[in-house]
Nanobody, 123 residues
Framework: VQLQASGGGLVQAGGSLRLSCVVS??????MGWFRQGPGKEREFVAA????????IYGDSVRGRFTISRDNDKSTVYLQMNSLKPEDTAVYYC???????????????????WGQGTLVTVSS
């Protein structure tokens, strides 16, 4: 089981980025994105059900970020719009265990983790 996140980079405030997470070894798990900024705890960003039919978002990103998935490509996306300097963080994709269908905001509920991709938003 592997998760490979990519798409991070440097962007100006107000700009957009799309993160991708390629999944290998499974295809139908609940997936989530989390982030950890400098000196901060890991924060929930978004999660999506195995079929993409259900999504939940953290309060700080709701309305600006969109999570989606393409199971044919084994990829989960995080479209980030209207970026703010406080969005600067390392972003991680994560997966819940097999046959788990409930979306969760707790990082402790996710079993598999990618390596993270850095997003830097300049003011």
């Amino acid at each position: 089981v592997q998760l490979q996140a990519s798409g991070g980079g440097l962007v100006q405030a107000g700009g957009s980025l799309r993160l991708s997470c390629v999944v290998s070894g499974f295809s139908s798990n609940v997936m989530g994105w989390f982030r950890q900024g400098p000196g901060k705890e890991r924060e929930f960003v978004a999660a999506i059900s195995w079929d993409g039919g259900s999504t939940i978002y953290g309060d700080s990103v709701r309305g600006r970020f969109t999570i989606s998935r393409d199971n044919d490509k084994s990829t989960v996306y995080l479209q980030m719009n209207s970026l703010k300097p406080e969005d600067t963080a390392v972003y991680y994709c994560a997966a819940r265990g097999e046959r788990v269908t409930v979306l969760s905001r707790s990082h402790r509920q996710y079993v598999y983790w990618g390596q993270g991709t850095l997003v830097t938003v300049s003011s």
